[in-house]
């Protein structure tokens, strides 16, 4: 078993409001990631998944309380300081693949720079090396050299996504982050952002952990070795790609309804809308809208085997087996 380039265990992150109240915007997320692997989080929005990236990236606002364990290549996340995060973790433990990527480029400044600039920051390459490094970082990202001295705006959805993956490349990273990286982009544009994202996951001799937050369920099912759905707040599942997208399907009932809603399945939403964070009850979150819930379901349903659900849909070989 390959050792887990990035471990969560048991990671809450609330949020202070006024008059006493809290948002429970991530709850117990524990999950391993090993190099070469990809793990697609999923869910609607407002469920939490940008909220456990920007706790991973030590990003989280001032009102954030965290509790639990984050680790990257040995290193706790949770609670770091400043100085760690900026020296240690962002760029060179984890590198962050943006959702906006013409916003994230610097807009007055070329490529090129900010290539060079990211490699003096990252790396030890010398002043007159810095141009050819900066054609090589963009290479590794199919980025065209020919275009180094443009500037962010000068740059289509697609070379800008190319330009920013290029930079997140530099620190040679053993974790790459990618928050919701498709949005906004044409299939076509979708399908080739996630193959390289996918192809950057394989790179090298261990290659990298890729965690992809998206809510776009045809890119996970794509390029993910693995799936995490994430309700209010909780990851509910996690199961392999092959089985979660093809037989026999997920098993909680929240993640059928997922895939069920998408148009070139059934094509049909589930009913109701998720509960404020701030006002979770008690048991099952997901219960309300759930066509299998029972009385058992007013206690929240422990995660064990990758699944936290009291009524779990029942898969095929398993029936006829207990039936046999
Ligand atoms: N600073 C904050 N203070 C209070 N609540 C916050 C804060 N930041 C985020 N939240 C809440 O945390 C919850 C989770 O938000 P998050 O952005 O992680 O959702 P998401 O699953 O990434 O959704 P999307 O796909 O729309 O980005 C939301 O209810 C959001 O309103």
Known sequence: MTAAVLSVRDLSVRFRMRGDRHVAAVTGASFDLAAGECLA???????GKSVLASALLGLLPGNAQTAGSA??????????????????????????VPQSPAAHLTPVRTVGAQLEETLRALTATPRRELRRAAVAAAERAAFPASHLDRYPHELSGGLAQRAATALALIGDAPLLLADEPTTGLDRDLVNRTVDELRRHTD????????????????????????VAVMYAGRIVEIAEARTFFGEPGPLHPYARGLLAALPERDFTPIPGMPPELGDLPDGCAFAARCDR?????????DFASGLACHHPAAVPGERSAAHA
């Open 71 to 96: 680790t990257v290549d040995g290193l706790e996340l949770l609670g770091a300081d400043e100085r760690t995060l900026a020296r240690s973790v962002r760029g060179r433990r984890v590198a962050l």
């Open 293 to 301: 819930a029972t009385g058992l379901c007013a206690t929240r349903p």
């Open 203 to 226: 790179d090298g001799a261990t290659g990298r952990a890729l965690l992809m937050i998206t809510h776009d369920l045809a890119a996970a099912e794509r390029i993910a070795d693995r």
């Open 41 to 47: 989080l999923v869910g609607e929005s407002g469920c």
